[in-house]
């Protein structure tokens, strides 16, 4: 059963799909339920995507696709309208690649390799070379801080996220705390505490109870610029 929120925000991108074609922003949808953060966007497109009544388009910004509606919603969909037909699902982006080419991801803002941010919604995107990914959903963050440097991640890399909730002792992962901040650390668990640690002597390791942390994606690779 879906809260009053859920309904709302499944109903208001439902309605922009039929009359745009494309769902909303985070900031749209932040303004439409008269949210204070986009945090709280986030909670609760994971609670529909978790319910199955709406999954995101993998390699594409601003892609949501409505799966089903609640029973309580169904009678203010418009009825006998003639909508175009949905194009055919693309083969995995793996199995149409070459070596030499290149995939959209969308770029979500800035990541801490420091102490954490605002974890941030954006409707840009970045091209990366395809032989970077591996099977999966990926998105990428551009990278914040020195506390990563000793791992190889400097302040302004982009780093490329394959998006998953779970990750091994070690694993460089996007850890979203209090569901409001992000940063990218390496993951170890102690004693019933998650153990957030930088790749820099002169950071030290944050430490949290399970419940505040989230794992968004672990590090599947890096793109740097040289000026």
């Known amino acids: 059963m879906l809260t009053r929120k859920q309904q709302e925000l499944l109903a208001f991108i439902d309605q922009r799909l039929q009359t745009d074609g494309v769902s909303p922003s985070f900031e749209e949808m932040k303004d439409a339920l008269q949210l204070r953060s986009k945090s709280g966007v986030h909670r609760l497109i994971n609670a529909l995507e978790e319910r199955r009544f709406i999954r995101r388009l993998p390699n594409r910004a601003r892609a949501l696709e409505v799966l089903q509606m609640p029973e309580a919603l169904r009678p203010a969909r418009p009825a006998l309208k003639l909508v175009p037909p949905a194009p055919a699902p693309r083969p995995p982006v793996q199995a149409m690649i070459a070596a030499n080419d290149t995939v959209v ?17 954006s409707d840009r995107s970045l091209s990366v070379p395809a032989a970077l990914l ?17 791992a190889g991640i400097f302040d302004g890399d982009y780093a490329l996220i394959r ?9 460089i992962v996007v850890a979203l705390i209090d569901d409001a901040e992000a940063t990218l650390k390496y993951l170890r668990r102690e004693k019933g505490i998650i153990r957030l640690d930088p790749a820099n002597a002169a950071y030290e390791p944050q430490r949290y109870p399970p419940e505040r942390v989230r794992v968004q994606g672990k590090l599947a690779g890096l793109l740097r610029r040289y000026h």
């Open 105 to 121: 991801v969308p770029l979500h803002g800035r990541i801490a390799a420091g102490l954490p941010v605002e974890a941030l919604e």
């Open 134 to 150: 591996g099977p999966g959903d990926h998105y990428a963050l551009e990278v914040s801080g020195d506390s990563m440097i000793d």
């Open 163 to 171: 998006r998953c909730e779970d990750a091994r002792d070690g694993d």
